[in-house]
């Protein structure tokens, strides 16, 4: 099974496209930019980790282009309108990782947290990863602000957010981007700048929970 499926409810491919070649998206479909450019007449210019979704649309790529490709079975999880936990919970308990450490904190024992097994890809000399992830109600997936790649969030389920501290702490927040099923983020990290120690500099951040759990694709790029 494709481990960014969740049988009977969204399933995922990746698609390249040459220059100029059109690609119609379908009103069940979440599209994301992984790299390079595609026109959409509404929106303009797609770049690199921008998502698409809702139309019956053409879209171009402005040059050769990769492109991730979301189908949603159920019109009403594109709305808003499922109980994340109640549609998603038990598959992803059944059959993903429940994630206990993360980089960036020593234990998440107590947290609905899941993730299944990444997907790589190398295209123009770059090395992506992709990785869908679950959380139940009321979870917080704590500050950091350590990576060795650069990623953004494209929401599949439920009202997620993004946030953005200057201290990583509450006090500190400086931002909050609410995510819609179908809507992305600009990336994070703090362009040309680098750690000591390699990363992508970035600033404190977080993904914070919806009402009903969530369901959200990772794009890492190295």
């Given at each position: 099974?494709?481990?960014?499926?969740?049988?009977?409810?969204?399933?995922?491919?990746?698609?390249?496209?040459?220059?100029?070649?059109?690609?119609?998206?379908?009103?069940?479909e979440i599209l994301s930019v992984v790299s390079w450019e595609m026109y959409d007449e509404l929106k303009g210019r797609l770049k690199t980790f921008e998502s698409?979704?809702?139309?019956?649309?053409?879209?171009?790529?402005?040059?050769?282009?990769?492109?991730?490709?979301?189908?949603?079975?159920?019109?009403?999880?594109?709305?808003?309108?499922?109980?994340?936990?109640?549609?998603?919970?038990?598959?992803?308990?059944?059959?993903?990782?429940?994630?206990?450490?993360?980089?960036?904190?020593?234990?998440?024992?107590?947290?609905?947290?899941?993730?299944?097994?990444?997907?790589?890809?190398?295209?123009?000399?770059?090395?992506?990863?992709?990785?869908?992830?679950?959380?139940?109600?009321?979870?917080?997936?704590?500050?950091?602000?350590?990576?060795?790649?650069?990623?953004?969030?494209?929401?599949?389920?439920?009202?997620?957010?993004?946030?953005?501290?200057?201290?990583?702490?509450?006090?500190?927040?400086?931002?909050?981007?609410?995510?819609?099923?179908?809507?992305?983020?600009?990336?994070?990290?703090?362009?040309?700048?680098?750690?000591?120690?390699?990363?992508?500099?970035?600033?404190?951040?977080?993904?914070?929970?919806?009402?009903?759990?969530?369901?959200?694709?990772?794009?890492?790029?190295?």
């Amino acid at each position: 099974m494709n481990p960014l499926d969740i049988p009977g409810h969204i399933s995922w491919e990746l698609k390249e496209l040459k220059a100029w070649e059109a690609y119609s998206i379908r009103g069940n479909e979440i599209l994301s930019v992984v790299s390079w450019e595609m026109y959409d007449e509404l929106k303009g210019r797609l770049k690199t980790f921008e998502s698409s979704a809702y139309y019956r649309w053409d879209i171009e790529a402005i040059e050769d282009t990769l492109i991730s490709i979301f189908t949603i079975s159920d019109r009403d999880i594109f709305l808003d309108k499922v109980n994340v936990e109640e549609v998603f919970w038990e598959f992803c308990r059944e059959n993903w990782s429940r994630l206990c450490v993360l980089p960036w904190c020593e234990t998440l024992t107590e947290t609905d947290l899941y993730r299944w097994d990444q997907v790589e890809k190398e295209y123009k000399w770059t090395q992506y990863k992709f990785n869908l992830w679950f959380c139940g109600s009321d979870v917080d997936c704590l500050w950091h602000n350590q990576h060795n790649f650069i990623e953004t969030h494209t929401n599949l389920a439920g009202a997620g957010y993004m946030q953005k501290s200057s201290d990583g702490t509450d006090v500190g927040l400086e931002e909050t981007y609410g995510l819609l099923p179908g809507n992305s983020h600009r990336t994070f990290n703090i362009e040309r700048q680098i750690e000591d120690n390699g990363n992508p500099k970035y600033p404190m951040h977080r993904w914070l929970w919806g009402n009903t759990g969530n369901v959200w694709f990772v794009i890492e790029k190295y």
